[in-house]
Nanobody
Framework: QVLLVESGGGLVQPGGSLRLSCAAS????????MGWFRQAPGKQRELVAG???????NYADSAKGRFTISRDNAKNTVYLQMNILKPEDTAVYYC?????????WGQGTQVTVSS
């Protein structure tokens, strides 16, 4: 069982930056994969960034070059640094993790990019 709690969302102007955090608790030592997804109104949830099984990073085309996923193992936390934000980045961002074959989701954090 894994609990994921996101934070760091908010309202930002186009071109601005935000850093999202996802703190994991529970069976953290069994987590094999972690990543970030987002879901905009009327759209399907999509992968934004994630760690591959070998530790390498994987990014959506729309995020590549602007977003960076990172982690702090000591804090059991994964981050999503988002730079040069665009209105189309507006969505609820969800942290996810896979633990022993089970998929877990955080509650989501709203990111709104607007002038």
């Amino acid at each position: 069982q894994v609990l994921l709690v996101e934070s760091g969302g908010g309202l930002v102007q186009p071109g601005g930056s935000l850093r999202l955090s996802c703190a994991a608790s529970g069976s953290i030592f069994s987590i094999s994969i972690m990543g970030w997804f987002r879901q905009a109104p009327g759209k399907q949830r999509e992968l934004v960034a994630g760690f591959n099984s070998d530790g390498s990073r994987n990014y959506a085309d729309s995020a590549k070059g602007r977003f960076t996923i990172s982690r702090d193992n000591a804090k059991n936390t994964v981050y999503l640094q988002m730079n040069i934000l665009k209105p189309e980045d507006t969505a609820v961002y969800y942290c996810n993790a896979i633990e022993l074959g089970h998929v877990y989701w955080g509650q989501g954090t709203q990111v709104t990019v607007s002038s």
